[in-house]
């Protein structure tokens, strides 16, 4: 039970180029997000889906597109990358219960646009 | 501006100490969570309050939710080198719709000497 993956664990990119962060679930959950983490201002949300078949923007959506291929499955695409997307990438995925939807997080992808 | 305010940004302290991290906000909230980050990992959850004036134990930690639900308090007696990581307060705000989409605070860097 491998929880939460993402790959790559390490990308560096110039500005322009586009990319695509994988991120893949096998606990069963409905929803996954996508945060970004930058020093000092803690994880803000990209995107994130509440089921398959639905996609919903964050607090920070541009510049990102998302692709919920299946219920495991959640990518983000940088379509043309710039150097304030350097930031480290958390994909998530939750459950609910009750009233709570408890995080489980990936190891992340660390992204350096130079 | 930070929805979640945690406090303090860093603190480094003896092996034995006690200590109370704090996160505050003018916001409500209808549950917060507490999560710990070791370095090039993700956060894992330790915790998840949702009553007003809650109190939790994980062992040596403590959780406390305010009595009007805008701000949490993590207590820990006597802190050892494994306590050492980056905590995170996330509140999901009534004013969001969404228990799903979490605010994060922008983390408070821990520090347990030997």
């Known amino acids: 039970n491998a929880g939460v993956t993402q790959t790559p664990k390490f990308q560096v990119l110039k500005t322009g180029q586009s990319m695509t962060l994988q991120c893949a679930q096998d606990m069963n959950h409905n929803s996954m997000y996508w945060y970004r983490q930058d020093p000092g201002m803690g994880l803000r949300l990209i995107y994130y889906?509440?089921?398959?078949?639905?996609?919903d923007k964050g607090e920070v959506p541009n510049g990102y597109n998302v692709s919920r291929l299946n219920k495991r499955e959640f990518s983000l695409r940088l379509e043309s990358a710039a150097p304030s997307q350097t930031s480290v990438y958390f994909c998530?995925?939750?459950?609910?219960?009750?009233?709570?939807?408890?995080?489980?997080f990936g190891p992340g992808t660390r992204l350096t646009v130079t | 501006t930070q929805l979640l305010e945690q406090s303090p940004q860093f603190l480094s302290i003896q092996e034995g100490e006690n200590l109370t991290v704090y996160c505050n906000s003018s916001?409500?909230?209808?549950?917060l969570q507490w999560y710990r980050q070791e370095p090039g990992e993700g956060p894992v959850l330790l915790v998840t309050?949702?009553?007003?004036?809650e109190v939790k134990k994980l062992k040596r930690l403590t959780f406390q939710f305010g009595d009007a639900r805008k701000d949490s308090s993590l207590h820990i007696t006597a802190a050892q080198p494994g306590d050492t990581g980056l905590y995170l307060c996330?509140?999901?705000?009534?004013?969001?719709?969404?228990?799903?989409?979490?605010?994060f605070g922008s983390g408070t860097q821990l520090t347990v000497l030997p």
């Open positions: 916001s409500v909230f209808s549950s």
């Open positions: 309050v949702v009553t007003g004036g």
């Open positions: 996330a509140g999901a705000r009534v004013s969001s719709g969404s228990a799903r989409q979490l605010t």
């Open positions: 889906s509440a089921s398959e078949g639905t996609t």
């Open positions: 998530a995925s939750s459950e609910r219960t009750g009233s709570i939807y408890e995080q489980y």
